[in-house]
């Protein structure tokens, strides 16, 4: 059955701030058409939501369903308070639950679910933040409770905590937002409570901090996400209610948003991700929608709403978009992630010429 997402609005906005006249909108059935020239539409789609370990586990033998039915289902592994999701080379997502004090992985192609947990008492996983994989797909999560680094190999055991400190504390005040350099082997990491961005190296040495407590160009009030794309390292600074893209070594380069809870405005933005277009996404908890900008700054859509139905959020918080543009939403108060996908002007002449 056909699911219709409604958009919002599609606004393209002015450098200047001064909104344009609207393009037209077309709704066909599950997908959005953002602009009306032709064959070279871009075209955003939803595609599924998922929530629970029963979503992966969908082809189940006839055998394993007749002990169902003698020794009643098992019990699946659902999402509690999703945060924060990444995917692999593999294919497989990777989503962190501090509600459930652990990390979903699911392998959709291979039909396998796993739940990585750790109860030691010292360096046990307590508040698993934000996620990111390496080129080997190794697993790194923030813990933002236990102020540290926790690394798991990409089957899921555990290899080692970085910023453990004598008696169990963590070298972080608030470690949240994380990103992997495998070619450079560095690891940047915001600690929001100390406005900084920490780079270290495999090992977790300190090699460099980025930023300081402030409003200007490169300063900090409670950064949280970030993410590597290119040249580019791009910060959620929450407090300051915009996104900062610096170069890898801090330097900035340009700044995107503004407090605000109008549309292209920021009054809680979540995750951030970047389209193969270098369209930049960002999730915005107060007005439970994606807005999607250009590096200049422009609005150029806008997607979501409140809500349970497809494509309607209730507090979206981390986001992620894939090689193939796929977009991973983490609808966090809904117990789920939602999934779409953007197809570009490339690849919407790729599907013409076919």
């Known amino acids: 059955m056909a699911i219709s997402l409604v958009l919002l609005s599609l606004v393209p906005v002015a450098a200047g701030g001064g909104p344009k006249s609207k393009a037209k909108i077309e709704v066909a059935g599950p997908e959005l058409l953002l602009d009306a020239r ?3 539409q871009r075209k955003l789609s939803y595609e599924r939501s998922f929530s629970s370990e029963r979503d992966v586990r969908t082809k189940r033998s006839f055998w394993t369903r007749l002990v ?3 020794a009643g289902e098992p019990e699946f592994h659902n999402l509690v308070r999703p945060y924060s999701v990444v995917t692999d080379s593999q294919g497989r997502v990777i989503v962190t639950d501090p509600g459930a004090r652990g990390i979903h992985i699911f392998d959709f192609g291979q039909q396998k679910y796993k739940f990585i947990s750790r109860g030691k008492e010292n360096d046990g996983l307590h508040s698993p933040q934000c996620v990111a994989v390496d080129a080997a797909d190794n697993i790194y999560v923030t813990d933002s409770e236990a102020g540290k680094i926790f690394v798991f190999e990409a089957n899921g055991k555990f290899l080692r905590v970085i910023g453990s400190l004598k008696g169990g504390e963590g070298f972080f005040k608030r470690p949240t937002g994380i990103a992997v350099d495998s070619q450079a082997r560095r690891i940047f990491v915001t600690d929001t409570l100390r406005n900084k961005i920490f780079v270290l190296d495999m090992q977790g040495i300190v090699l460099q901090t980025i930023g300081k407590a402030g409003a200007g160009n490169g300063e900090f009030n409670l950064p949280t996400e970030l993410r590597l794309q290119g040249p580019d390292l791009i910060v959620v600074d929450a407090m300051n209610f915009r996104l900062q893209v610096l170069d890898r070594s801090g330097g900035f380069r340009y700044a995107i948003g503004r407090i605000g809870d109008g549309r292209g405005e920021f009054f809680r933005p979540k995750g951030v991700g970047v389209d193969s277009e270098g369209h930049l996404y960002v999730a915005e908890g107060l007005s439970m929608a994606v807005q ?4 200049e700054g ?4 806008y997607f979501g709403g409140k809500g349970t139905g497809p494509g309607e959020f209730q507090f979206p918080a981390g986001l992620w978009i894939d090689r193939n ?5 983490v609808d966090s108060f809904n117990r789920r992630v939602q999934v779409f996908h953007y197809f570009g002007v490339a690849q919407r002449m790729e ?3 076919q």
Do not use: C, N
């Open 298 to 301: 422009s609005l150029l859509y």
């Open 325 to 329: 543009d796929r977009i991973f939403v």
């Open 292 to 295: 999607v900008f250009d590096t």
């Open 351 to 353: 599907g013409v010429k």
């Open 38 to 40: 032709g064959a070279d």
């Open 68 to 70: 169902d039915v003698v």
